[in-house]
């Protein structure tokens, strides 16, 4: 192929246009409108909006109880102070996270002890939870980053054999299942994101379900209003917290419970979409040599938040990840490498006089959170520096598919000109 480069001042070959997301349509802006032409807006109890979205969302997922929150970090703090996390408590996580999954556990007052990632996936390793269980430890974070299912058998294994509860952070795997289990509910409780840019929206909102009754009872204390607390919190040991809880302001607005009720009735067919779009992509790729796709294991489903791929640059003729991914971008693909940064290195994590200005951080039990030497995580290290993530459309692409394999295709085949390319100081 002798096209010229889009890096190197050639067309783009990627000239269809993104589809707009989130995916809204008439039941979208007819649930919204309901919600706000009723001048019912904001929900203290559980009333009509709060009401259907729960029970839709239990029903979707096959739980007792679902909850819906105003964002996914406040589920994840619910969900630590229902599953038992208390100031002064440790909470293993994975670093390579969003670093709202990791905050949420100062949030719940205790510290978060930052772990690795199991070699070649995006989730915690079980190794690392008997590597770093303490007798503070209290709960596991598993978080399925990049929609792929966490190593549960291995997950709750180790968080077991250490007695603790597993949470699961479901916020880039909506429907998505590890061994024919909807992610979600392996572990004590499920939390999930609705933030517009995940594979179903609210605006912002966020939903915790469990099947765990005084689970789900103390999950109301942090951020609920006193009015549902008595509602709904019956059992003995929560009803001390009924007149009033932590206060943090997690309810969720009518109307984005209105619009992620009416998104979850069409979350099965946008991850059909997403699925056939990634699967016509692999079946165009599969001659490049550099790209390779995560495994799942048989009756796991992979829920959304972009699809990952590995780079390996022994079979690019030297070309780095960060340059492929220049090359694609620059041809049109909506794509990136490394995922989130180093969490473990930014200043908040590392500076404790910073720390120390938003939460308590360390305690008089001896839990103290303690900055990471660079480095201290290398399967960490590897997963940045070889992975990239393709944005997956919710509908039906195959052209713009198409055209994204052409654009890789046409770089495979100038890779020596990639890799010698120097791009123009700014
Ligand atoms: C993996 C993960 N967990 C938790 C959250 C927090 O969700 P929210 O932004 O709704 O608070 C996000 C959102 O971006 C996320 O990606």
Known sequence: MTEQLALLGGDKAVTVPWPRYPVIDQEEVCAATRVVMSGFLSDCGRGEYVAAMEDAFAAYFGTQYALGLASGTGAIHSGLFAIGVKPGDEVLCANHNWISAIQAVFHAGAVPVLCDVKPGSFSI?????????????????????????????????????????????????????????????????????????????????????????????????????????????????????????????????????????????????????????????????????????????????????????????????????????????????????????????????????????????????????????AGSLPNNEVIKRTMMVFQMPAVPSPLLMDQQIAAIHKIAANLDAVRDFVPVEA
């Open 125 to 373: 390793d079980p190794a690392e939870i008997l590597r770093k269980v303490t007798p503070r430890t209290k709960a596991v974070i598993a978080t399925h980053l990049w929609g792929i299912p966490a190593d549960m058998d291995g997950i709750l294994s180790a968080a077991a054999k250490i007695g603790v509860p597993v949470l699961e952070d479901v916020s880039h795997a909506h429907g998505g299942k590890y061994k024919g289990r909807m992610l979600g509910t392996l572990g004590a409780v499920g939390c999930f994101s609705l933030q517009g840019s995940k594979a179903i929206v609210g605006g912002e909102g966020g939903v915790l379900i469990t099947n765990d009754e005084l689970i789900y009872q103390r999950a109301l204390v942090p951020g609920n209003h006193p009015q549902r607390l008595r509602l709904d919190m019956m059992r003995d040991e929560v009803k001390p917290f009924a007149a009033a809880g932590g206060m943090h302001m997690y309810r969720i607005s009518n109307v984005a419970a209105a619009i992620s009720t009416a998104q979850l009735a069409k979350l099965d067919t946008l991850n059909a979409a997403r699925e056939a779009n990634l699967a016509r992509l692999r079946d165009g790729l599969a001659d490049v040599p550099f790209i390779s796709w995560p495994a799942l294991d048989a009756g796991s489903v992979r829920g959304w938040y972009g699809a990952p791929a590995f780079y390996d640059e022994s079979k690019a003729a030297g070309v780095s990840r960060d340059r492929f991914v220049q090359a694609c971008q620059a041809e049109g693909l909506n794509m990136f490498g490394e995922g989130y940064c180093d969490w473990s290195q930014i200043p908040v994590l590392q500076d404790m006089r910073l720390l120390g200005q938003l939460f308590t951080y360390k305690h008089a039990n001896g839990a103290e959170f303690r900055p990471l030497p």
